[in-house]
């Protein structure tokens, strides 16, 4: 193993002269208080659109999903889920809702995007709801299994408006809180 014999001793040094020497560390305090800028978008991204987004991607692939097993297992004129591919339909706009919604955090500029699709959003689903209570309203003890399973995508139909609504609602908050501070800095 290596070993080195230095001497560490300061005999040698010289003595600084403290009086003629300026200080060596300079301690700096802030004058006055300056606020945080809030970046776009500060008071919409703080409610986290994007855990709704991955909420609506969610039960749009449980949509899609449903859809599936309904093309597969019944007739296409079996009811008006099935020949419309209504389920199929709203989980993949729901899906991209849900992308759009995720990427307000990085692309700002999605904002009216992320409104229009949230608001089609809530009008496919309104009409595929429709849709499902007229099959409901023919209930035939022969396709129980399909009927509660279109009850089960009524459900998510009603989480999916709900999600969508929140959304609509949180954007178009924000979007008067960003016309109302251009026309303020517009007239400053």
Not at 69 to 94: D, K, N, W, Y
Not at 123 to 142: G, R
């Amino acid at each position: 193993m290596a070993c080195a014999d230095i001497n560490m001793d300061m005999e040698d040094a010289p003595l600084r002269d403290e009086q003629s020497e300026e200080p060596v560390m300079q301690y700096y305090r802030a004058l006055e208080y300056v606020p945080d800028v809030k970046g776009p978008l500060h008071d919409l991204l703080h409610k986290q659109p994007a855990v709704l987004g991955a909420l609506q991607m969610m039960s749009g692939l449980f949509s899609v999903g449903v859809g599936i097993l309904f093309a597969v297992t019944q007739e296409i004129h079996g009811s008006l889920l099935a020949l419309f591919r209504l389920s199929q339909l709203t989980g993949t706009i729901f899906i991209f809702a849900g992308l759009v919604s995720n990427l307000l955090f990085k692309y700002p500029g999605l904002l009216p995007v992320s409104l229009a699709v949230n608001c089609g959003c809530i009008i496919v689903a309104v009409v595929s709801a429709c849709l499902i209570s007229v099959d409901l309203a023919q209930w035939n003890p022969d396709n129980d299994l399909h009927l509660r399973v279109e009850v089960m995508e009524l459900c998510v139909l009603g989480l999916e408006v709900f999600l969508s609504a929140m959304l609509c609602f949180w954007i178009s908050r924000e979007k008067r809180t960003v016309v109302r501070n251009i026309s303020e800095n517009a007239s400053n």
